[in-house]
């Protein structure tokens, strides 16, 4: 490739039925690159048809590809073709964390060990595979109420209001629920609720400099009966958020999520999701790749914090990584 070359973009779509990987989301990100690089689209379903396309790409452009991917997988539905590690496998520098590092993002237990070696306050959990004396024993110890969820699902999946254990016989039905539905072992963890409970979403993003966009979940502004983001309303773009007006906890929550950012090996962007009580800051999880689409938390908390229009936002985004990779 001929030094001083145009750096060139291919755009993997994989649509879902969920916003942030919708037909709209994608054209915005597209809309978006095209203002400043040639961007080669690329819609397959299959790994050899986007292995083949990449790599002619590759041959023409060499060192001058980058590869824009918002998706685990190429096939969704049934979790198959997992696209970071693909990538990675390929050569092909792309957007966003490696495929190790995205791997133990999706998988809770491990995300929640890694917090706790690098001291990151987490709620006290346990893994459930099936009811047990074990099972009991453990959430007796932890105590009640307890939030139940898929131990390696992302996009709120398997969360709704019978996600909540106040008793025995509840914890019971959410764990065999889990293992019925999602074929896998449920974490079982403190639910941290109460009247002084409150939950932040906290954007990280290198975008030039390291950017923090922590935003508050506005409960009580969300039609919703339980204080918790649900399946359902993920998908429908319900959830409702307010700026964090309160400059020492902007501060505490920026500090707690890039440690998570660190501690997780995170690159490019990520969503840290955390709650706080009366006693302590907690971190819930990672998402390591967040939603881009119109509505989602990050591009519309960094508009709202630091008046950076979503073409900006995916176009600094992009650079920044670029420049991580030695691109620029």
């Not at 054209?27 to 961007?39: A, C, G, H, T």
């Not at 509840?170 to 449920?186: D, S, T, Y």
Request: include cysteine; proline fraction near 4%; aromatic fraction near 8%.
């Amino acid at each position: 490739m001929e030094k001083g070359a145009p750096m060139k973009v291919a755009l993997i779509k994989s649509f879902t039925d969920k916003p942030w990987r919708s037909e709209q989301t994608f054209q915005r990100v597209e809309d978006s690159l095209r203002e400043k690089w040639p961007v080669t689209v690329i819609h397959v379903e299959d790994q050899k048809s986007l292995e083949e396309q990449l790599q002619s790409l590759k041959d023409q452009d060499g060192d001058q590809l980058f590869v824009f991917n918002i998706a685990e997988y190429l096939d969704e539905d049934n979790k198959a073709g997992f696209l970071p590690a693909m990538l990675d496998e390929w050569g092909m520098a792309h957007l966003g964390s490696s495929a190790g590092a995205i791997r133990v993002g999706l998988d809770k237990v491990q995300t929640k060990q890694k917090l706790l070696d690098w001291q990151i306050p987490t709620p006290a959990f346990c893994v459930a595979e099936q009811v047990d004396r074990e099972l009991k024993e453990q959430a007796e110890k932890i105590g009640y109420p307890l939030f139940v969820k898929p131990a390696m699902e992302g996009g709120h999946i398997g969360i709704n209001d019978d996600s909540i254990a106040r008793n025995e016989s509840q914890l019971n039905q959410a764990v065999e629920r889990i293992a019925g539905q999602h074929k896998q072992a449920a974490l079982v963890e403190q639910f941290i609720s109460g009247e002084s409970m409150r939950e932040f979403s906290v954007g990280v993003v290198d975008a030039g400099e390291r950017l923090y966009a922590p935003v508050e979940i506005d409960y009580e502004a969300m039609n919703v009966s339980n204080a918790i983001l649900s399946h359902e309303v993920a998908v429908n773009d319900l959830e409702k958020i307010k700026l964090v007006e309160d400059h020492r906890l902007y501060e505490q929550l920026s500090n707690l999520a890039e440690r998570t950012f660190i501690a997780l090996d995170a690159r490019d962007y990520s969503r840290v999701d955390i709650r706080i009580d009366q006693t302590d800051s907690y971190v819930l999880e990672i998402n390591m790749m967040p939603g881009l689409g119109p509505h989602s938390f990050l591009p519309d908390a960094l508009e709202k914090i630091y008046s950076l229009p979503y073409n900006r936002f995916i176009q600094q985004l992009t650079e920044a990584s670029m420049k991580r990779q030695a691109m620029l």
